[in-house]
């Protein structure tokens, strides 16, 4: 099983970006699945969680401005990010919770950069 993350780029404050997080491999279910960000020197950051039945949670400083929605038929995970900030730039990391001839494990995708600036 492989994640591969999308969507990172430049964007200007108030900008909108879309992040996309495609699953492939010998998958039979995937549980949650959530996008974490990180920047130089501090811990990784849960940003937004999608659970199986389509419930979601965000951090504090996001909620309003981004939303995480999954296709279960593509195995893909999204984040739209709206309204932008300096302060979210940062490397996003997707993350999931999927059942393979294995059984559960929890896998991550390689990481997309998203940089906030005018």
């Known amino acids: 099983v492989q994640l591969q993350a999308s969507g990172g780029g430049l964007v200007q404050p108030e900008g909108s970006l879309r992040l996309s997080c495609a699953a492939t491999?010998?998958?039979?279910?995937?549980?949650?699945m959530r996008w974490y960000r990180q920047t130089p020197g501090k811990q990784r950051e849960l940003v937004a969680t999608?659970?199986?039945?389509?419930?979601?949670i965000y951090v504090d400083s996001v909620k309003g401005r981004f939303t995480i929605s999954r296709d279960n038929a593509k195995n893909t995970v999204y984040l739209q990010m709206d309204n932008l900030k300096p302060e979210d730039t940062a490397v996003y990391y997707c993350?999931?919770?999927?059942?393979?001839?294995?059984?559960?494990?929890?896998?991550w995708g390689q990481g997309t950069q998203v940089t906030v600036s005018s």
């Open positions: 993350n999931a919770v999927i059942q393979d001839k294995l059984g559960w494990n929890a896998y």
């Open positions: 999608i659970t199986s039945g389509d419930s979601t």
């Open positions: 491999g010998n998958i039979l279910r995937i549980n949650l």
